[in-house]
């Protein structure tokens, strides 16, 4: 589990929608607030969040734009071509990082290990310390109140923060409209 992060993304009905606290720690250290953990990536097509070491995401976020490029926006392709190379090369697979990455029609969580997981129930995932609190809050909310797709990982993200001391209120979210 890697600590100092919350992600958490829902593709729903209308929009797909990813969001982030900002908290970076290190130790028992606040070393920020206000980071930015997630991003649109292949000309605002496709969203992705990172949990893990910083640096090490960075360079993930670029290579997998790499992938997504050669793929033409295919992110189905492009997960399982990554996920391949990532865990396939003797450095990047000891890199400390988690990638969630999705559009309005898939969803997936992404590994050193080579893992490609599509949530059971293909709508929401989440990374992080706070993920399991930020999922708990999402899959509640969305059984039982009425909230648009980004106000559902807003509010997930805030009850994550009120539980999870390695994630804060500072909480960032970028949105695809469905595709009409």
């Not at 910083?54 to 392709?77: I, P, Q, S, Y």
């Not at 990638?99 to 898939?106: C, E, P, R, S, W």
């Not at 129930?121 to 509640?140: F, K, L, V």
């Not at 001391?165 to 949105?175: D, G, V």
Request: charged share 30%; proline share 1%; aromatic share 8%.
């Amino acid at each position: 589990m890697f600590d100092a992060t919350t992600i958490l993304a829902y593709k729903g009905k209308n929009k797909a929608v990813i969001g982030g606290d900002g908290q970076v720690t290190f130790g028992d250290s606040v070393l920020k607030g206000n980071a930015t953990k997630i991003r649109t990536l292949h000309r605002g097509k496709i969203l992705a969040g990172f949990a893990g070491s910083t640096a090490d995401a960075f360079n993930l976020f670029d290579m997998f734009e790499e992938f997504l490029e050669d793929k033409k926006g295919d992110l189905l392709k492009s997960v399982i071509e990554f996920s391949k190379a990532w865990r396939k090369d003797k450095v990047l697979r000891r890199l400390e990082a988690m990638m969630i990455v999705l559009n309005n029609d898939h969803i997936f969580i992404l590994t050193g290990n080579g893992d490609v997981v599509e949530p059971e129930d293909g709508e929401i995932a989440s990374i992080g310390s706070g993920g399991n609190y930020a999922i708990s809050a999402a899959r509640a909310l969305k059984k039982h109140a009425q909230l648009d797709e980004e106000e559902l990982v807003r509010e997930s993200l805030s009850i994550a923060a009120d539980l999870c001391i390695y994630t804060n209120h500072s909480i960032k979210t970028l949105t695809l409209e469905e595709n009409k």
